[in-house]
């Protein structure tokens, strides 16, 4: 038995500002959109045009709080061939939320405050 990677989710407050997020942060894109018939949810797929696994944005009509993201020690890592433009981007943005210049990798925040790392290409 084989299990092979499919999506991760983030639930999000404001579905239009996350897709915006992402599309402007990191390049991922709509790739599936799927609407509750009685509009209680949306669900929206996003991919990075290259890999199969996609992030899985998960709206919902009746939440009406942030999410509780405990101490938020969970995140999506992405990695991206022009790492210092990557930073000089999200620098501009205001979305670094956390540097080890040490380890030469960064964290942005959605926002919803959920962290993404950020990776140079050549790091495993």
Not at 27 to 41: C, H, P, W
Not at 62 to 91: I, M, Q, S, T
Not at 106 to 115: G, K, L, M, Q
Request: hydrophobic share 40%; aromatic share 14%.
């Amino acid at each position: 038995m084989k299990f092979t990677f499919c999506h991760n989710n983030f639930n999000v407050l404001n579905l239009e500002k996350s897709l915006e997020f992402y599309k402007n942060a990191l390049g991922l894109v709509e790739t599936k959109r799927k609407v509750a018939e009685d509009g209680s949810f949306i669900l929206v797929y996003l991919g990075d045009g290259v890999s199969t696994h996609s992030l899985e944005l998960t709206w919902l009509r009746d939440w009406d709080r942030p999410y509780n993201l405990g101490d938020n020690e969970f995140h999506l890592a992405l990695r991206v061939e022009d790492f210092e433009g990557a930073h000089k981007l999200h620098k501009e943005m205001g979305c670094i939320c956390y540097e080890n210049k040490d380890m030469g990798i960064y964290f942005i925040a959605d926002p919803d405050n959920y962290w993404i790392e950020i990776l140079p290409q050549n790091m495993k």
